[in-house]
């Protein structure tokens, strides 16, 4: 990601558990069919590796290419596929509007949960189309924000999603950014390009667990936190009254949660 920009959610712990939770199963699915042993791929804004220790298994004994703009976090990348038994991963910290490869490096090119957070996410896929070889695949999925659902209704997470949305467009991000991958797609010049969704969904009394859990704890500490009460965009009694209202979304036995994501899978 760019210097350019600032990370709205930072990399404290509870975002770095929650992006750890990600395997190209549940995040990457729509990739996968394009996926050949032998392929050379590059994963950028690749945070803590769990979605590249997978796509290195799928097309090993191809090479992967593991970017993110945090020097730290690709330092636990690299441990995690040390401990997973995972090979063939490069590591490298890279801005994405700026790639350090040459033309036609690489057979696919992954993004997730990353141009929504960039500068320019037009430029940052003409970089990811320009190191990709004729015929390759540049795949890239981003949420939309405004696009989550709940139920039951809580004040506090209308609040919570308000909020998120200031702080994300104070850093030059765009948290509707799901919907406007094709826009940005064609812009960048790529014209066979295929879209889709996919969502993520919490029901189960643990999976309400661990999102509300997670929720409860970035609001008040993460750099999400940090950035709204820097800006005024929030108190710190209105961010302890939002992660309340997480802990009790969490709680609720009829609590369902569901994220939906733009998806497009562009070829070069």
């Known amino acids: 990601m760019s210097g350019k920009a600032t990370y709205t959610h930072g990399f404290h712990s509870s975002v770095l558990r929650s992006h750890s939770w990600r395997t190209a199963a549940n995040s990457a699915a729509y990739l996968v069919p394009e996926l050949k042993p032998g392929q050379q791929l590059l994963d950028v804004g690749c945070g803590p590796g769990t979605i590249t220790a997978d796509l290195a298994r799928l ?7 593991a970017v993110d703009s945090s020097a730290e976090v690709l330092a636990q990348a690299e441990r995690a596929a040390a401990e997973a038994g995972v090979d063939g991963i490069v590591f490298a910290t890279a801005d994405v509007h700026a790639l350090p490869y040459p033309d036609d490096s690489f057979d696919v090119v992954h993004a997730h949960q990353v141009l929504q957070h960039v500068a320019d996410p037009v430029q940052a896929l003409r970089e990811m189309r320009r190191v990709c070889r004729p015929g ?22 209308d609040e919570w999603n308000a909020l998120y949305h200031r702080v994300a467009r104070s850093n030059g991000g765009e948290p509707e950014a799901g919907r406007m991958l094709r826009s940005w797609a064609r812009a960048a010049g790529f014209e066979e390009i295929h879209s889709g969704s996919g969502t993520w969904c919490y029901a189960s009394d643990e999976e309400r667990a661990w999102w509300g859990g997670m929720w409860a704890e970035r609001i008040t500490s993460s750099g999400i936190a940090a950035q ?7 108190t710190e009694d209105e961010l302890r009254r939002i992660s309340a209202g997480w802990s009790g979304w969490a709680a609720d036995p009829d609590g369902w949660f569901s994220v939906l994501h733009g998806e497009v899978l562009c070829r070069a």
Not at 59 to 65: I, S
Not at 138 to 156: C, I, K, L, M, N
Request: avoid cysteine; proline fraction near 8%; aromatic fraction near 14%.
């Open 136 to 157: 390759g695949v540049v795949a890239a999925r981003d949420s939309d924000y405004a696009a989550f659902t709940w139920f039951p209704a809580r004040p506090e997470l």
């Open 228 to 234: 709204a009460l820097a800006e005024g965009f929030a």
């Open 59 to 65: 097309v090993a004994p191809g090479r992967v290419t």
